[in-house]
């Protein structure tokens, strides 16, 4: 069987992917902004008995490498391939043809795709393919990645192009600019505008005015935090109460078992499991899909440009902001989103900063203690509310430590002069049902299968500890006391302590092995209502001060093994991650027995 | 027909870039995004903290900082 290697390359937001994933029927999440692509993917799809490797690029303005995401770029198209499709955005065309020249100038066997042609259409711009392709010399295919029979003609323009070779010859000239002034001069021939409207600027004019701007982003992300929190709550006691239905099943099946072992297994890991996956999945079921409609639409870019002033003052840039957005969701992914930062130390100081943003790991937990402890002791009514302005706060406490912290570390880095540039794609009306089924199967399942992998064994972990005794203490309560005269100085206890400690490989385990810890029989209780939860807490000594300080500890203490190890690998350097251990954790203890000092006086005063 | 810097282009103004003032390397990026010479450009809107501003250029809507719309010069 006869085989090709064929790249897509293109500038940022053509929609790429969504041709990349229409072709190959691979789900890989494509989004309404610059930088969403920052790494190879590649998939493969079948036609007459051949197979085409398809590589998706992350998109770029020249192959003249600025970027590590653009240098993905770069090196992909010089080790050459059989052939190189650049897929042009309909209505900027001349911006698109620029990057084919480069291409056409470092390779041969190029062909063009210009994508959105529905799109143009709408805003009154035709483009004359068979023109272009007469200008260019190579073959060229219009067509709307939305459209199903377009992708079909696509996969056929594939197939006969690939058979070609050596499509074109290197070109001759080498001056950019020069290939602006040809770009411009075959896009104008190739370019009717009927009816020229102008790019609806409405909706720019009211997201990044001076008054409405920040409170309309404001209000958007607290509706999505408030969303998720008032929704979550009933599809996760459904869970809860599914599961421990289940619990007397599992135990029978197991019963040729030895007693120990079916108690590590039930009560260990298929407890704590079931925990982390009652309290994960709901709220991620919720929040991811309105997190990638908002990518989607184009308005996390206006987000960056809004704040960039803020990020300025601190060294750094508005696209910190982007990389932070992507932290919500999961930090692992906000240090990867990094790349898209052009400048190598603001590209340092926003991954060792991302864990200042409470992902969606830690959100479960910052949830739950705010509707117990803020929502439903401190107020009287609209109980979610409150907890959601919380947890907002919360973010906010976490932005402004970013903030402080990118300042320093920028001054210690020397920032290198960069003219910052940003990108304000045109909003798009994002697909509802993909953006769905997109969203569930990519980030929800591929977070909670990580959450149960680390879940389950730490469930083992903390039933042994539980359950096996030094001189009648078992080990869990021995570590715990251990850790108390620590936890104490900062208003936390030992086992709290030792929870987040325990809790490394990931943090959505914290508050299961607290809850195992106080019950010390190394098993969740059945039925685990918030009412009860909030019972077990009060009669541990929490007051609504532990309950602060455990989630500003859980705010601003180090990030767990998955995102350290991505530090790690994007950055290279073993300093710059062990920086990323120590800053957080210095942070979360010095803020925490801050907090614990204050309030301490305040109850003396008072 | 007057010259005056980016950064003070009104608002919605047609205009033309005439000079960049910039000679290092950095400036590639913005070359790339078709700030050059002789290339239509358009203010269209500003951050709300100000600072950095918004422009037509190229069929795009690119933003950049004052700073470096200070060497930029264009023709109204």
């Given at each position: 069987?006869?085989?090709?290697?064929?790249?897509?390359?293109?500038?940022?937001?053509?929609?790429?992917?969504?041709?990349?994933?229409?072709?190959?029927?691979?789900?890989?999440?494509?989004?309404?902004?610059?930088?969403?692509?920052?790494?190879?993917?590649?998939?493969?799809?079948?036609?007459?008995?051949?197979?085409?490797?398809?590589?998706?690029?992350?998109?770029?303005?020249?192959?003249i490498?600025?970027?590590?995401?653009?240098?993905?770029?770069?090196?992909?198209?010089?080790k050459?391939?059989?052939?190189?499709?650049?897929?042009?955005?309909?209505?900027?065309?001349?911006?698109?043809?620029?990057?084919?020249?480069?291409?056409?100038?470092?390779?041969?066997?190029?062909?063009?795709?210009?994508?959105?042609?529905?799109?143009?259409?709408?805003?009154?711009?035709?483009?004359?393919?068979?023109?272009?392709?007469?200008?260019?010399?190579?073959?060229?295919?219009?067509?709307?990645?939305?459209?199903?029979?377009?992708?079909?003609?696509?996969?056929?323009?594939?197939?006969?192009?690939?058979?070609?070779?050596?499509?074109?010859?290197?070109?001759?000239?080498?001056?950019p600019?020069?290939?602006l002034?040809?770009?411009?001069?075959?896009?104008?021939?190739?370019?009717y505008?009927?009816?020229i409207?102008?790019?609806?600027?409405?909706?720019?004019?009211?997201?990044?005015?001076?008054?409405?701007?920040?409170?309309?982003?404001?209000?958007?992300?607290?509706?999505?935090?408030w969303?998720?929190?008032?929704?979550?709550?009933?599809?996760?006691?459904?869970?809860?109460?599914?599961?421990?239905?289940?619990?007397?099943?599992?135990?029978?099946?197991?019963?040729?078992?030895?007693?120990?072992?079916?108690?590590?297994?039930?009560?260990?890991?298929?407890?704590?499991?079931?925990?982390?996956?009652?309290?994960?999945?709901?709220?991620?079921?919720?929040?991811f899909?309105?997190?990638?409609?908002?990518?989607?639409?184009?308005?996390l870019?206006?987000?960056a440009?809004?704040m960039?002033?803020?990020?300025?003052?601190?060294?750094?840039?508005?696209?910190?902001?982007?990389?932070?957005?992507?932290?919500?969701?999961?930090?692992?992914?906000?240090?990867?989103?990094?790349?898209?930062?052009?400048?190598?130390?603001?590209?340092?100081?926003?991954?060792?900063?991302?864990?200042?943003i409470?992902?969606?790991?830690?959100?479960?937990?910052?949830?739950?203690?705010?509707?117990?402890?803020?929502?439903?002791?401190?107020?009287?009514?609209?109980?979610?509310?409150?907890?959601?302005?919380?947890?907002?706060?919360?973010?906010?406490?976490?932005?402004?430590?970013?903030?402080?912290?990118?300042?320093?570390?920028?001054?210690?880095?020397?920032e290198?002069?960069?003219?910052?540039?940003?990108?304000?794609?045109?909003?798009?009306?994002?697909?509802?049902?993909k953006?769905?089924?997109?969203?569930?199967?990519?980030?929800?399942?591929?977070?909670?299968?990580?959450?149960?992998?680390?879940?389950?064994?730490?469930?083992?972990?903390?039933?042994?500890?539980?359950?096996i005794?030094?001189?009648?203490?078992?080990?869990?309560?021995?570590?715990?006391?251990?850790?108390?005269p620590?936890?104490?100085?900062?208003?936390?206890?030992?086992?709290?302590?030792?929870?987040?400690?325990?809790?490394?490989?990931?943090?959505?385990?914290?508050?299961?092995?607290?809850?195992?810890?106080?019950?010390?029989?190394?098993?969740?209780?059945?039925?685990?209502?918030?009412?009860?939860?909030?019972?077990?807490?009060?009669?541990?000594?929490?007051s609504a001060?532990?309950?602060?300080?455990?989630?500003?500890?859980?705010?601003?203490?180090?990030?767990c093994?998955?995102?350290?190890?991505?530090?790690?690998?994007?950055?290279?350097?073993?300093?710059?991650?062990?920086?990323?251990?120590?800053?957080?954790?210095?942070?979360?203890?010095?803020v925490?027995?801050?907090?614990?000092?204050?309030?301490?006086?305040?109850?003396?005063?008072? | 027909?007057?010259?005056?810097?980016?950064?003070?282009?009104?608002?919605?103004?047609?205009?033309?870039?005439y000079?960049?003032?910039l000679?290092?390397?950095?400036?590639?990026?913005?070359?790339?995004?078709?700030?050059i010479?002789?290339?239509?450009?358009?203010?269209?809107?500003?951050?709300?903290?100000?600072?950095?501003?918004?422009?037509?250029?190229l069929?795009?809507?690119?933003?950049?900082?004052?700073?470096?719309?200070?060497?930029?010069?264009?023709?109204?």
């Amino acid at each position: 069987m006869k085989s090709y290697e064929i790249i897509l390359a293109g500038n940022p937001n053509v929609g790429k992917s969504t041709i990349f994933n229409a072709l190959t029927g691979l789900k890989q999440h494509t989004g309404n902004w610059t930088g969403k692509t920052v790494d190879l993917a590649s998939g493969t799809f079948k036609q007459d008995d051949t197979i085409y490797t398809l590589k998706d690029l992350p998109g770029t303005y020249s192959i003249i490498s600025n970027s590590p995401d653009e240098v993905v770029s770069e090196t992909a198209i010089c080790k050459g391939s059989d052939l190189v499709i650049v897929i042009a955005d309909a209505l900027s065309l001349t911006r698109s043809l620029v990057l084919l020249f480069q291409i056409m100038s470092t390779t041969s066997n190029v062909a063009l795709c210009v994508n959105l042609i529905d799109e143009a259409k709408k805003n009154g711009v035709f483009i004359d393919i068979d023109l272009l392709e007469n200008y260019l010399n190579i073959p060229v295919i219009g067509l709307s990645a939305k459209n199903s029979s377009d992708i079909k003609r696509f996969k056929e323009f594939i197939s006969t192009v690939s058979q070609e070779t050596n499509i074109v010859k290197p070109n001759t000239f080498t001056n950019p600019n020069s290939f602006l002034t040809y770009a411009k001069e075959i896009s104008e021939k190739c370019t009717y505008k009927v009816n020229i409207k102008n790019r609806k600027l409405v909706l720019d004019k009211i997201l990044t005015s001076k008054y409405l701007g920040i409170p309309i982003m404001l209000i958007f992300i607290s509706f999505l935090l408030w969303i998720t929190i008032s929704g979550a709550n009933y599809p996760s006691e459904a869970l809860m109460y599914l599961f421990s239905y289940l619990k007397p099943y599992i135990t029978n099946g197991l019963v040729w078992l030895p007693e120990n072992l079916v108690s590590l297994v039930v009560d260990g890991v298929y407890q704590t499991t079931a925990w982390v996956t009652a309290v994960m999945l709901p709220p991620m079921m919720i929040f991811f899909p309105l997190f990638t409609i908002l990518e989607d639409s184009g308005f996390l870019p206006r987000i960056a440009f809004n704040m960039d002033p803020c990020f300025k003052r601190a060294g750094s840039n508005g696209k910190q902001a982007l990389t932070m957005c992507m932290g919500l969701g999961c930090n692992a992914v906000g240090v990867t989103g990094c790349r898209i930062i052009s400048s190598k130390n603001v590209r340092l100081a926003s991954m060792i900063t991302n864990c200042f943003i409470p992902c969606n790991g830690r959100f479960s937990m910052l949830i739950t203690l705010s509707a117990i402890f803020i929502g439903g002791s401190l107020a009287k009514s609209n109980q979610s509310l409150i907890a959601a302005l919380f947890v907002l706060l919360l973010i906010f406490i976490g932005v402004t430590t970013t903030l402080i912290v990118t300042r320093i570390l920028t001054l210690i880095f020397k920032e290198e002069k960069k003219h910052f540039t940003l990108e304000l794609p045109p909003y798009r009306r994002p697909e509802l049902i993909k953006t769905l089924i997109r969203s569930l199967l990519d980030r929800t399942f591929k977070i909670l299968t990580r959450a149960i992998r680390v879940s389950a064994p730490v469930g083992a972990i903390i039933w042994l500890m539980a359950n096996i005794e030094i001189n009648n203490t078992s080990i869990l309560n021995l570590s715990a006391d251990f850790f108390d005269p620590f936890g104490r100085i900062m208003g936390l206890d030992g086992t709290i302590l030792l929870a987040f400690i325990l809790a490394l490989p990931a943090n959505e385990i914290v508050l299961p092995i607290i809850i195992m810890t106080y019950i010390s029989s190394g098993q969740l209780m059945d039925n685990l209502s918030t009412t009860y939860l909030s019972e077990l807490l009060t009669a541990n000594d929490w007051s609504a001060i532990t309950a602060i300080n455990t989630m500003l500890f859980s705010l601003l203490h180090f990030p767990c093994a998955t995102t350290l190890w991505t530090i790690k690998k994007e950055s290279g350097s073993l300093l710059c991650t062990a920086l990323a251990f120590i800053i957080p954790t210095v942070t979360a203890i010095l803020v925490c027995i801050t907090t614990n000092l204050i309030s301490n006086l305040l109850m003396t005063i008072i | 027909m007057s010259y005056l810097t980016l950064d003070r282009l009104p608002f919605f103004k047609n205009a033309c870039i005439y000079k960049i003032n910039l000679t290092d390397d950095n400036s590639l990026r913005l070359k790339d995004l078709g700030f050059i010479e002789g290339e239509p450009i358009k203010s269209l809107f500003k951050s709300p903290f100000g600072d950095i501003q918004a422009y037509y250029i190229l069929d795009s809507i690119i933003a950049i900082r004052k700073e470096t719309a200070k060497n930029i010069e264009v023709i109204i």
